[in-house]
């Protein structure tokens, strides 16, 4: 059984920052990207930020030059710093594994977390 547990949301200010977690635990051979995901109430679920296993990493243009993606793979944990936050940053954001159970597993499989709350507002 696999699980990926995020933390570190909560209320800041604009202009503040806030800095995610999320840690894979479980039966895990390998990880291979890790992604945070955001959805704000009434839209769709969107890509925040990927980082692959080798450290190579992707973001969306909203973000650019604000957020920052890290992973420390000896732990199986992704980072995402928030510098700069905006009120259209408030969402619940979500951590997204693609893990592979054994050795002998042809594909990754996609992990979730449960979502923590963003909330950036004066």
């Known amino acids: 059984q696999v699980q990926l547990v995020e933390s570190g949301g909560g209320l800041v200010q604009p202009g503040g920052s806030l800095r995610l977690s999320c840690v894979a635990s479980g039966s895990i051979f390998s990880i291979n990207a890790m992604d945070w995901y955001r959805q704000a109430p009434g839209k769709q679920r969107e890509l925040v930020a990927t980082i692959t296993s080798i450290g190579s990493t992707n973001y969306a243009d909203s973000v650019k030059g604000r957020f920052t993606i890290s992973r420390d793979n000896a732990k199986n944990t992704v980072y995402l710093q928030m510098n700069s936050l905006k009120p259209e940053d408030t969402a619940v954001y979500y951590c997204?594994?693609?893990?592979?159970?054994?050795?002998?597993?042809?594909?990754?499989?996609?992990?979730w977390g449960q979502g923590t709350q963003v909330t950036v507002s004066s």
């Open positions: 997204n594994a693609a893990i592979k159970l054994t050795a002998r597993s042809r594909y990754a499989s996609d992990y």
